[in-house]
T-cell receptor, first 112, second 113 residues
């Protein structure tokens, strides 16, 4: 049973058109992470929530924002996608920062 | 911020042989070190992890060692099987780094039957 669910699996948007990716979890984990993974590269942490506390990585573009309305859901908003934002976006959760992260299947974002 | 280096980038071994992947990290505050296996087009999956208060951990054919002084940790896979073929990522971070996590650049492991 999937415990970290990302929707949609594939998302196509136009250059500059806002897009929202979603992540939900049934694990009741405190921490939720968003990663960007480009082809043949390592996942790169964009930001994370520890409960309601939002933490942005220093080099995450301002174009990327996140919302966590409750424990179960977290959203990644890309305000004005550029061609360089095409990537796989992975959501992960953990009960604690020193515990294993459970990843979703990811959303593959394409920009036209 | 943290910088995690991983070597080698590609590794081919004969079935049954051992595979070793090494990582170094820069932030001495890092206190949690997971290893992930990622098959093509799939999610990363945790295979083993180690915390800074432990020097070695083993789970069947997989083991991880951590040298905090030298700031490096290694993954050891014994008796490799074709299904071990995948990309392996190390990562470093944890609560002592402000809950940040940095992944290594990955090692593509191929086990030749």
């Amino acid at each position: 049973d999937a415990m970290v669910i990302q929707n949609p699996r594939y998302q196509v948007t136009q250059f500059g058109k806002p897009v929202t990716l979603s992540c939900s979890q049934t694990l009741n984990h405190n921490v939720m992470y968003w990663y960007q993974q480009k082809s043949s590269q390592a996942p790169k942490l964009l930001f994370h929530y520890y409960d309601k506390d939002f933490n942005n990585e220093a080099d995450t573009p301002d174009n990327f924002q996140s919302r966590r309305p409750n424990t179960s859901f977290c959203f990644l908003d890309i305000r004005s996608p550029g061609l360089g934002d095409a990537a796989m976006y992975l959501c992960a959760t953990s009960s604690d920062p020193n515990q294993p992260q459970h990843f979703g299947d990811g959303t593959r974002l394409s920009i036209l | 911020g943290e910088n995690v280096e991983q070597h080698p980038s590609t590794l081919s071994v004969q079935e049954g042989d051992s595979a070793v992947i090494k990582c170094t990290y820069s932030d001495s505050a890092s206190n949690y070190f997971p290893w992930y296996k990622q098959e093509l087009g799939k999610r990363p999956q945790l295979i083993i992890d180690i915390r800074s208060n432990v020097g070695e951990k083993k789970d069947q054919r997989i083991a991880v060692t951590l040298n905090k002084t030298a700031k490096h940790f290694s993954l050891h896979i014994t008796e490799t099987q074709p299904e071990d073929s995948a990309v392996y990522f190390c990562a470093a971070g944890g609560s002592n780094t402000g809950n940040q996590f940095y992944f290594g650049t990955g090692t593509s492991l191929t086990v030749i039957p």
